[in-house]
Antibody
């Protein structure tokens, strides 16, 4: 059974960089059949796609966040990561990693709350 | 940018049919997916590629997509179906994933 687990600091200061890692078990991120992505959800609000990475390293980003986001992968560790620069309070959210199969997300991590505050 | 619009809330009586809509320009030309999210939990895929049900999802969940509207239908709604529901589409022209704003389904 595929499992995804987010990890990283739960508190980030304004203007700094948010860094999260998603560790995948029960499957390989090197598979050519899937994309691996990040989605976030501010408290009490809806889901927002941040971006995805393909096994080849090709990345796709939400245009509204593209200037601040980098998604990368470490196939040796079966992990992929998110970096979001210059964060503000508006970036406070639960961050989910998920597997995208073509055009839908079929496996999700449990999510991790990241608060931006000094 | 592409946008998907959902009603903020839908109410249904137990045993009745609930319909949740998702509107977007030419949505019928894209694949729509639906997710159920209960408080404090991650979203769960309930419908993908317009009308397919993942393994383990009850048959009372069904979907359709045509024109500018995708619809999630829950037949014989149960109390356990009370949750937030999100639609999602993939815009292949710009490799962009978009979610609807979500609909809170209340079973009362």
């Amino acid at each position: 059974q595929l499992q995804l687990q987010e990890s990283g600091p739960g508190l980030v200061k304004p203007s700094e960089t948010l860094s999260l890692t998603c560790t995948v078990s029960g499957g390989s991120i090197s598979s050519s059949s899937y994309y691996w992505g990040w989605i976030r959800q501010p408290p009490g609000k809806g889901l927002e796609w941040i971006g995805s990475i393909f096994y080849s390293g090709t990345t796709y980003y939400n245009p509204t966040l593209k200037s601040r986001v980098t998604i990368s992968a470490d196939t040796s560790k079966n992990q992929f990561s998110l970096k979001l620069r210059s964060v503000t309070a508006a970036d406070t959210a639960v961050y989910y990693c998920a597997r995208r199969s073509s055009n839908y997300f079929d496996y999700w991590g449990q999510g991790t709350l990241v608060t931006v505050s000094s | 940018s592409y946008e998907l619009t959902q009603p903020p809330s839908v109410s249904v009586s137990p045993g009745q049919t609930a319909s949740i809509t998702c509107s977007g320009e030419k949505l019928g030309t894209k694949y729509a997916s639906w997710y159920q999210q209960k408080p404090g939990h991650s979203p769960v895929l309930v419908i993908y590629q317009d009308s397919k049900r993942p393994s383990g999802i009850p048959e009372r969940f069904s979907g359709s997509n045509s024109g500018n509207t995708a619809t999630l239908t829950i037949s014989g709604t149960q109390a356990m179906d009370e949750a937030d529901y999100y639609c999602q589409a993939w815009d292949s022209s710009i490799a962009y994933v978009v979610f609807g704003g979500g609909t809170k389904l209340t079973v009362l």
